[in-house]
Every structure is written in C-alpha cells, then in structure tokens.
C-alpha cells in the first residue's frame, strides 16, 4: 500500500499528515509551508497522492507543484467527488478549509447531525445533517481577531493576548477584554446548538478549540486535526471512484 500526503495551510500554520491507509505514519505542523520543505517531504516519503487545502490560496499551486515531483495531487474543491453533498448557494465560494472540517466531522460521527465549529483566526459554524449534506454555516470574527480589533479600533483598550484568566465577568480592562471575547464565542456555540436537533454532535477544531470547551456545559469533541482527517476522508473516497 503507499504512501498519502495532507496538506492544510491554514491562516497561520500548515499541518503536513503522511498516511497509510487510514494509519497516520508521521505529522508535523510548520509555520511557514515552503517548496523546500514539501521536497523533503516528497523526498523522504515518497507519497503516491496528496490533497491539500489552503485558506491562503495557494492549494492548487502546492497541487501543481506536487504533480511536477510524480505525486498523484489535487486541491479540495466543491465539484470534486465528496462523503458529503453540498447544499450551499454558492458551494464555489465555499472554503475548502470548511468543507474538509465538514468531512472530517462525518467521518467522526456519520449519520448523525453535526455542528462543526472551526476556532481559528474566523469562527466558523458549520452544519453537517444526518442525511450527509453540508447545510451551510455562519462566518465571525475568531477570539485573537477580537481582541486585537478591540485594541485597533479604540484609543485607550491594551492589546491582550493568550488564553490567561477569563471569569464570567471581567475584574480589569485585561479581563473584561479576554473574557468578552472568549465567553462571547462560548455564547455562540450555546446558541446554534440549543437551535438545532437536540441529538446534534459538537465538534470543536482550532486553536481555541480547548480553551473554549472548558466553558461548554454540554458535551463536546475536540479534534485539533479534524480538517486532515477530512482530507484523509476525501482522498480514500476518491480513491475508490
């Protein structure tokens, strides 16, 4: 059996997934994804295919580079064959992260509804219904976005970084800003699922994902890797086309 190579560039950071089958062999997450980097990664692992998805652009550029070095790539794309149907307006102005998430929260929990909620530099909240179609979902700032805008679009309010304390209500500006915009996502997650079937799976990715679960007071999952294991999902799916 070879070798599979994901790719998910992210606003931030790239997670780089080599597997098996469905056997994660090696994982490694960068800051900055270069060629240099994907040829070492060619060069040691010698992968058959590779998917990848980027919130940057540049997915069908890492794809096409990827073909040049004899691996079978493409980038996540609406109009290719997909675990699930896309039941959006406009599916190609659907971010590819998104939908990835989406595959990744089926694989979790087929047959069954799903919240998808993607903490990273926007918030994303997404639905998966039970019948396998993505539903649609609403766009927010994240948490670090709303902080630093507070900080940007006022005179006087500091800059706040970090996870730190964050009571139900804030004892200093420092609080009073973290807290805001911590307990204001927890709000929202509340929110759109006291709206959807009560037996709807939570499923929380991004690098807020941990932090904010901890003020849920319903169950959660918390999947750092849920957009690679949706790659993962989407490349053996289409392996059997």
Same mark, same amino acid.
């Given at each position: 059996?070879?070798?599979?190579?994901?790719?998910?560039?992210?606003?931030? /950071?790239?997670?780089?997934?080599?597997?098996? =089958?469905?056997?994660?062999?090696?994982?490694?997450?960068?800051?900055?994804?270069?060629?240099?980097?994907?040829?070492? @990664?060619?060069?040691?692992?010698?992968?058959?295919?590779?998917?990848?998805? /980027?919130?940057?652009?540049?997915?069908?550029?890492?794809?096409?580079?990827?073909?040049?070095?004899?691996?079978?790539?493409?980038?996540?794309?609406? +109009?290719?064959?997909?675990?699930?149907?896309?039941?959006?307006?406009?599916?190609?102005?659907?971010?590819?992260?998104?939908?990835?998430?989406?595959?990744?929260?089926?694989? #979790?929990?087929?047959?069954?509804?799903?919240?998808?909620?993607?903490?990273?530099?926007?918030?994303?909240?997404?639905?998966?219904?039970?019948?396998?179609?993505?539903?649609?979902?609403?766009?927010?700032?994240?948490?670090?976005?709303?902080?630093?805008?507070?900080?940007?679009?006022?005179?006087?309010?500091?800059?706040?970084?970090?996870?730190?304390?964050?009571?139900? $209500?804030? @004892? +200093?500006?420092?609080?009073?800003?973290?807290?805001?915009?911590?307990?204001?996502?927890?709000?929202?997650?509340?929110?759109?699922? /006291?709206? $959807?079937?009560?037996?709807?799976?939570?499923?929380? @990715?991004?690098?807020?994902?941990?932090?904010? /679960?901890?003020?849920?007071?319903?169950?959660?999952?918390?999947?750092?890797?849920?957009?690679?294991? =949706? #790659?993962?999902?989407?490349?053996?799916?289409?392996?059997?086309?």
């Amino acid at each position: 059996m070879g070798l599979n190579l994901t790719i998910d560039q992210g606003n931030s /950071s790239a997670k780089i997934a080599i597997w098996e =089958g469905d056997r994660l062999v090696d994982e490694e997450t960068v800051k900055e994804l270069t060629k240099q980097y994907l040829a070492k @990664t060619v060069d040691r692992f010698r992968p058959d295919k590779a998917i990848c998805c /980027s919130v940057t652009g540049n997915g069908k550029r890492m794809a096409q580079w990827l073909t040049t070095q004899g691996v079978d790539a493409h980038e996540v794309s609406h +109009d290719m064959p997909l675990p699930l149907k896309i039941g959006y307006d406009t599916p190609a102005t659907l971010g590819e992260d998104r939908i990835a998430a989406a595959v990744g929260a089926w694989s #979790l929990f087929p047959g069954q509804n799903s919240l998808v909620v993607d903490l990273g530099t926007a918030a994303t909240y997404d639905m998966v219904t039970a019948d396998g179609c993505f539903a649609g979902g609403n766009i927010a700032p994240g948490i670090g976005m709303r902080l630093r805008s507070l900080h940007s679009f006022t005179a006087r309010l500091p800059q706040i970084t970090g996870y730190g304390d964050t009571p139900l $209500l804030g @004892t +200093d500006t420092g609080t009073a800003m973290r807290a805001g915009a911590v307990r204001g996502v927890v709000a929202e997650i509340a929110y759109y699922r /006291s709206q $959807l079937p009560p037996d709807t799976q939570v499923v929380l @990715t991004g690098g807020w994902a941990q932090h904010v /679960s901890t003020f849920l007071h319903f169950p959660v999952t918390v999947e750092k890797c849920l957009v690679t294991k =949706g #790659l993962l999902s989407i490349l053996l799916h289409n392996e059997n086309k």
